[in-house]
C-alpha cells in the first residue's frame, strides 16, 4: 500500500488532468471535444497502401444487382429441362410428383415418395448453380480472376 501513495499518478476531474509528482502550479488541460491527432490503423485501408486485394465482399454483395440470381435460375432450369431421365426432365419429374402430391393435399407426401428425391436433387442443383454463379460473377466484377 505504501508504494501506491509514493508512486506518481494523475487525477482528471473537469477537463483538466494534475499529476502530484509535477509542481502544483502546473495543469495540463485537455478537451473530450478534441480529436487526438494520431489515427488508429485501420488494415483494411493499408492493405490497398500496400498494393494487396482484399479477400472479402462488400457487405450488401447479394442485394445490389439481382443479375446473378437471375442467370442463376435461367442457368439451371435450362440444363435441368433437358429430358435426360428416361425421356423426362428433372424440372418436368418434380413438377409432376408436385401435381400428384397435391391431388390429395390434406395429408403430406410419405417418405418413400419420388417427390423428395426430385425435390431435394432439383433444389441442390439450384443453390449450387447459384452459388458458383455469385462467385463467378462478383469475382468477374471485382478482379478476381
Not at 500500500?1 to 508512486?7: L, Q, Y
Not at 417427390?115 to 466484377?141: A, E
Request: glycine share 12%; with cysteine.
Amino acid at each position: 500500500m505504501a508504494a501506491t501513495f509514493s508512486s506518481p499518478s494523475t487525477v482528471v476531474r473537469l477537463g483538466s488532468a494534475t499529476s502530484f509528482s509535477s509542481p502544483p502550479n502546473k495543469t495540463c488541460l485537455s478537451s473530450g471535444f478534441l480529436k487526438s491527432s494520431v489515427r488508429g490503423r485501420n488494415p483494411l485501408r493499408l492493405a490497398g497502401a500496400c498494393g494487396g486485394k482484399f479477400t472479402c465482399f462488400e457487405r450488401d454483395w447479394l442485394r445490389r444487382d439481382f443479375n446473378v440470381i437471375g442467370f442463376g435460375l435461367i442457368g439451371w432450369i435450362a440444363p435441368s429441362s433437358i429430358p435426360a431421365i428416361n425421356g423426362k426432365s428433372l424440372t418436368g419429374l418434380l413438377f409432376e410428383s408436385t401435381g400428384t402430391e397435391l391431388a390429395h393435399f390434406t395429408t403430406p407426401p410419405p417418405l418413400t415418395s419420388q417427390f423428395w428425391l426430385w425435390l431435394v436433387l432439383w433444389h441442390l442443383g439450384l443453390f449450387i448453380t447459384l452459388t458458383f454463379g455469385q462467385i463467378g460473377f462478383k469475382g468477374r466484377t471485382e478482379d478476381y480472376f
